[in-house]
T-cell receptor, first 113, second 111 residues
Framework: DGGITQSPKYLFRKEGQNVTLSCEQN?????MYWYRQDPGQGLRLIYY???????QKGDIAEGYSVSREKKESFPLTVTSAQKNPTAFYLC????????????FGSGTQLSVL | DAKTTQPTSMDCAEGRAANLPCNHS???????VYWYRQIHSQGPQYIIH???NNETNEMASLIITEDRKSSTLILPHATLRDTAVYYC????????????FGKGITLSVRP
């Protein structure tokens, strides 16, 4: 089945620890995105990537890092510099054109111990 | 990106049409209107999008006013499974266009 897979579904971070969230897609999509969602809020864009080995900051990139070494993978690292990491993280992908729809994964809930 | 304004919440009876409004008064000529919905603790799901003309698919209809300053998403026969947060978004065209999600409108479908 084609789709976008996020893992793990739940993740816990200790103080000062970096954690990495996985996002894989087999839709052959060019573009991939990471969003953060806080309770009762909309989605805020962290990073996005249009092609392999290239990515751009979104609206709230501080404290996060990404890589795009393969077309199908776009992992997000939440670094210790992110002081309030508890949130629901969503990965999405799309073909890269002006009016292509996004396909979302099922999300990762990150909590701080 | 142009911004959108949606009511915070609304409800409708099961089996009736749900009409979800959205204002986007600053929309520019090359911006599309998108609708997504998010069921609790899941990723958003694409519903429909349009530029000028009204659009219909198997999930919903999108009615865009002639001046493009507002639109309405119509779920013709709402079911309990349509209870979700619905996001109205406008997206600029161009190489760096991206979707920006606001808080959306919470639709509650009652039995």
């Amino acid at each position: 089945d084609g789709g976008i897979t996020q893992s793990p579904k739940y993740l816990f971070r200790k103080e000062g620890q970096n954690v990495t969230l996985s996002c894989e897609q087999n839709l052959n999509h060019d573009a991939m995105y990471w969003y953060r969602q806080d309770p009762g809020q909309g989605l805020r864009l962290i990073y996005y990537s249009q092609i392999v080995n290239d990515f751009q900051k979104g609206d709230i990139a501080e404290g996060y890092s990404v890589s795009r070494e393969k077309k199908e993978s776009f992992p997000l690292t939440v670094t210790s510099a992110q002081k309030n990491p508890t949130a629901f993280y969503l990965c999405a992908s799309s073909l890269w054109s002006a009016n292509e729809k996004l396909f979302f994964g099922s999300g990762t809930q990150l909590s701080v111990l | 990106d142009a911004k959108t304004t949606q009511p915070t919440s609304m409800d409708c009876a099961e089996g009736r049409a749900a009409n979800l409004p959205c204002n986007h008064s600053t929309i520019s000529g090359n911006e599309y209107v998108y609708w997504y919905r998010q069921i609790h603790s899941q990723g958003p799901q694409y519903i429909i999008h349009g530029l000028k003309n009204n659009e219909t698919n198997e999930m919903a209809s999108l009615i865009i006013t002639e001046d493009r300053k507002s639109s309405t998403l119509i779920l013709p026969h709402a079911t309990l499974r349509d209870t979700a947060v619905y996001y109205c978004i406008v997206r600029a065209t161009g190489a760096n266009s991206k979707l920006t999600f606001g808080k959306g409108i919470t639709l509650s479908v009652r039995p």
